[in-house]
């Protein structure tokens, strides 16, 4: 078993920055990945960014140049960088970890880009 807890999320004005962080229950050193993922209000829940052991970053094309996924093994954490925000990126966004066979996700932290 593995919980995720993440953080960081909140208000901010459009142009702006937030840095999320999803901190594991245990070692992430072995998870094939951990990548971050969004649901707006009424849409399907989507991909934005993840980072494999290797530290091979993948991104969704609405995200690049303007949001990093970094991962830190020795606190278990995994963080999601996010500037030039748009009010599109309004989200709750999610923390997933595959180890082996199995999905994780966390509880989810609101982001509001809003003036």
């Known amino acids: 078993q593995v919980q995720l807890v993440e953080s960081g999320g909140g208000l901010v004005q459009p142009g702006g920055s937030l840095r999320l962080s999803c901190a594991a229950s245990r070692s992430i050193f072995s998870f094939i990945f951990m990548g971050w993922y969004r649901q707006a209000p009424g849409k399907q829940r989507e991909f934005v960014a993840r980072?494999?052991?290797?530290?091979?970053?993948n991104y969704a094309d609405s995200v690049k140049g303007r949001f990093t996924i970094s991962r830190d093994n020795a606190k278990n954490t995994v963080y999601l960088q996010m500037n030039s925000l748009k009010p599109e990126d309004t989200a709750v966004y999610y923390c997933?970890?595959?180890?082996?066979?199995?999905?994780?996700w966390g509880q989810g932290t609101q982001v509001t880009v809003s003036s």
């Open positions: 997933k970890a595959v180890v082996g066979i199995y999905n994780y």
């Open positions: 980072i494999t052991t290797d530290g091979i970053t």
